[in-house]
C-alpha cells in the first residue's frame, strides 16, 4: 500500500515539472515528504558504490540504509507521469491556459501552510529570510523581459524545426563545441539545474534559461551529442548529492531560518504562476509575457477561479486526512 501511496506522490513531482513555473519541491513540501526526500538522496554515496560489489547481503542492507523503495517508487511515478500527462498538459495549457494555472495557483497557496506549520519560533531573522527568498523567485521570474521570452520560444520553435531561419534574427548553431570552457559551463549548469529543482518554487528549466545553456542543451538532445549531455548529467548528479546534503545539514542546524527561506520560496513562486497572463504566439504556441489582472470578468476568470478553489480544497482534504490518519497513532502511543 505504501508503495502505491509514494507512486502517487511521484506521479504528482512529475506532473509539476512539466508545468512552467511549478518546482517539484514546492509538491515534495507540500506532500510532507521533503525532508525523507532530502535525507534518502543524501545516503547515497561511496557506501553506495562498495555495496553493489559486496554481495546480495551489503545489497538489501545498503537497499534499506539509503530507502531505496520510496526513491524509486518517487522516480517511477515522476516518470510515469511526464510520459503519461506531457501531451494533456500541453493541451490543456494551449486550450485552458488560465484554468490550467489557476488551479496549480490554489495547490501551491493552500500548501503555504505546510511549512508554515514546520517554523516552530518566528522571529525577525525568520521573516527576513522568508521575504529574501521571495523576492530572489520574483526577481528571477522578471530577469526575462516579455520581448526576451518571446525570442527565446522562437529559438525554440527553430531548433525543433517548426518555423524558418528568415523568422529569428539570430542565427541558431546546429552542434555545439565541445571545447573545456563549453565543457565547464554544461556541468555547471548540470549543478545549477538539479540545485534549483530540489528548492521549492524555482524551475530548473527557467534557471537553465537565464544561464544560456537550455537551447544548448535542446541542440545536444536534438543532435545526440552525448559527450556534453554527460557532462551536464555528471554536473547535476554532483549537485543532486552535494546540495542535499548542505540542505540537510542547514535543516539540522538553522531549522527554522531554512524553513522559512522555503516558505518565502513557495510566495515568490505564486507570482510565476499567476494564472492571467499577457501572451504572444509562436508558432502556433502561446507564449507568457507577463501577469496582468483581467479587466472583464467572463467564463474564463470564473472557471479559474473555481480550479483554484478546487485546487485549495484538494491540499486541505489531503491534509484532513494525513491529520487524522496520524492521530490513532498518537493514541496508541499515549496509551
Wanted: with cysteine; hydrophobic share 55%; proline share 3%.
Amino acid at each position: 500500500m505504501q508503495i502505491i501511496v509514494n507512486l502517487l506522490r511521484g506521479f504528482a513531482i512529475g506532473v509539476a515539472n512539466i508545468i512552467p513555473g511549478v518546482s517539484g519541491g514546492t509538491v515534495a513540501l507540500m506532500l510532507g515528504i521533503y525532508q525523507r526526500l532530502l535525507n534518502a538522496i543524501g545516503a547515497l554515496g561511496s557506501e553506495t558504490l562498495k555495496a553493489l560489489i559486496s554481495g546480495k547481503t551489503a545489497i538489501i542492507a545498503e537497499l534499506k540504509r539509503t530507502d531505496a523503495a520510496f526513491l524509486i517508487s518517487l522516480a517511477v511515478g515522476a516518470g510515469a507521469a511526464i510520459l503519461a500527462s506531457a501531451r494533456l498538459m500541453s493541451y490543456l495549457l494551449e486550450n485552458f491556459h488560465d484554468p490550467t494555472y489557476g488551479f496549480f495557483f490554489g495547490l501551491v497557496a493552500a500548501s503555504l501552510i505546510v511549512p508554515w506549520q514546520l517554523i516552530k519560533r518566528l522571529s525577525m531573522g525568520n521573516i527576513a529570510c522568508c521575504l529574501l527568498a521571495a523576492a530572489l523567485v520574483i526577481g528571477l521570474t522578471l530577469a526575462m523581459s516579455g520581448e526576451d521570452r518571446l525570442h527565446a520560444a522562437q529559438k525554440k520553435a527553430l531548433i525543433k524545426g517548426n518555423i524558418t531561419a528568415d523568422t529569428v534574427q539570430h542565427s541558431v548553431n546546429k552542434s555545439i563545441p565541445t571545447d573545456p570552457k563549453n565543457m565547464l559551463l554544461f556541468f555547471a549548469a548540470g549543478v545549477v539545474a538539479i540545485c534549483a529543482m530540489i528548492l521549492p518554487g524555482i524551475s530548473g528549466s527557467f534557471m537553465l534559461l537565464l544561464l544560456g545553456v537550455y537551447f544548448d542543451l535542446l541542440i545536444c538532445i536534438n543532435e545526440r551529442q552525448l559527450l556534453m549531455l554527460a557532462i551536464f548529467a555528471t554536473g547535476a548528479a554532483t549537485g543532486l548529492l552535494v546540495f542535499t546534503r548542505f540542505l540537510n545539514h542547514l535543516l539540522q542546524k538553522h531549522g527554522d531560518a531554512t524553513m522559512s527561506f522555503m516558505l518565502g520560496l513557495v510566495i515568490g513562486s505564486l507570482y510565476a504562476i499567476w494564472p492571467f497572463k499577457s501572451f504572444g504566439m509562436v508558432a502556433g504556441r502561446r507564449v507568457d509575457i507577463a501577469n496582468i489582472i483581467p479587466s472583464t470578468f467572463s467564463s474564463n476568470e470564473g472557471l479559474t477561479i473555481l480550479a483554484c478553489v478546487v485546487g485549495m480544497f484538494i491540499v486541505i482534504a489531503f491534509m484532513e486526512i494525513e491529520k487524522r490518519q496520524k492521530a490513532p497513532a498518537r493514541c496508541s502511543d499515549t496509551a
